[in-house]
């Protein structure tokens, strides 16, 4: 039983969960933002926690594998290397892990943060979808909204 239960979690199968998975915490985010049970398990850490979990289970299954993590600082080295190292499904893995983590965190953050300014959700609908697809020009479009909204610019917060 533990066996087929093993072998059900491959790399492909938690690549799908992990798809699957963070969607409901982003259709919170976009829907149900005001609601407790969006405060509890999107806006807090426990969605941080639990990307961390898998991350660990993926390091130490791809440590058992053999995966040399020493060759993954070569990464900084060139943009071949990059390419190279993006060519294992186990580096690739952890790397989309990364990205939903900080994409939902900051999604989680402008959530706070038009609910602390008093912006109105519309306006920052928009920015929390550019944010599920690509991270920085979400919180770019968000940044630009704030500043238009609060008419000032805090560089620092």
């Given at each position: 039983m533990i066996e087929?239960?093993?072998?059900?979690?491959?790399?492909?199968?938690?690549?799908?969960?992990?798809?699957?998975g963070v969607l409901p915490f982003w259709f919170m985010l976009l829907f149900f933002s005001q609601t407790k049970i969006c405060k509890i398990f999107v806006t807090s850490v426990f969605p941080i926690l639990v990307f961390a979990v898998v991350d660990l289970y993926l390091i130490f299954e791809i440590y058992n594998n053999g995966f040399n993590f020493l060759d993954s600082f070569n990464l900084y080295l060139s943009i071949d290397e990059l390419i190279n190292l993006f060519s294992d499904k186990s580096f690739v893995i952890l790397f989309w892990i990364h990205f939903l983590a900080i994409n939902l965190f900051c999604?989680?953050?402008?959530?706070?943060?038009?609910?602390?300014?008093?912006?109105?959700?519309?306006?920052?609908?928009?920015?929390?979808?550019?944010t599920y697809f690509i991270g920085p020009f979400g919180l770019l479009i968000y940044w630009l909204f704030r500043i238009f909204f609060s008419k000032r610019i805090d560089?620092?917060?």
């Open positions: 087929q239960i093993y072998n059900y979690f491959s790399i492909e199968m938690i690549y799908l969960w992990l798809n699957l999604g989680s953050w402008i959530v706070r943060d038009y609910q602390k300014i008093g912006m109105p959700k519309s306006l920052a609908f928009f920015p929390i979808i550019l560089l620092y917060e």
